[in-house]
C-alpha cells in the first residue's frame, strides 16, 4: 500500500499564499489518482482538489481559482498551490492516494485507499 506524507503547513496572514506537499514512500504515486482534503473542527472532511493518473484536476467550489493541484514524478510528490487564503481556509490539510481510479477520472469524494496524518494551515491575523 503507498504511503503518503503532508507537509508544508504553516500560519500565514489572510490574503497570503503557501504550498503544501504530498510525498509518496514505498511505491511511486505516478500510477495513483491523488486527493487534497481538509478537515477542520466540528466539520465534515471537505474535498478540496484532486489529480488523476492522467493529469486531469478537479476542484472544490470553495477553492476554484486560488488552489493549484500539480504532480512532479520525478520527485514523487503533489503540490497544492494555496494563494489568497482566507480564514475559511484554516484546517487539517491531508492527501490521499488510490491506484484504483482511471487515468482521467479523480474523485472529491474522500474514498482513497491511503491516507496521510495530516498538515495544519492556519490563516489569521
Known amino acids: 500500500q503507498t504511503r503518503v506524507v503532508e507537509s508544508g503547513g504553516d500560519l500565514v496572514h489572510p490574503g497570503g499564499s503557501l504550498t503544501l506537499s504530498c510525498k509518496g514512500s514505498?511505491?511511486?504515486?505516478?500510477?495513483?489518482?491523488i486527493g487534497w482534503f481538509r478537515q477542520s473542527p466540528g466539520k465534515e472532511r471537505e474535498g478540496v482538489s484532486c489529480i488523476s493518473i492522467g493529469g486531469n484536476t478537479n476542484y472544490g467550489d470553495s477553492v476554484k481559482g486560488r488552489f493549484t493541484i500539480s504532480r512532479d514524478s520525478a520527485k514523487n510528490t503533489i503540490y497544492l498551490q494555496m494563494n489568497s487564503l482566507e480564514p475559511e481556509d484554516t484546517a487539517v490539510y491531508f492527501c490521499?492516494?488510490?491506484?484504483?481510479?482511471?487515468?482521467?477520472?479523480?474523485?472529491?469524494?474522500?474514498?482513497?485507499?491511503?491516507w496521510g496524518q495530516g498538515t495544519q494551515v492556519t490563516v489569521s491575523s
Open positions: 514505498g511505491s511511486t504515486l505516478s500510477y495513483s489518482a
Open positions: 490521499a492516494a488510490d491506484p484504483g481510479y482511471s487515468w482521467s477520472y479523480c474523485p472529491l469524494d474522500p474514498k482513497y485507499e491511503s
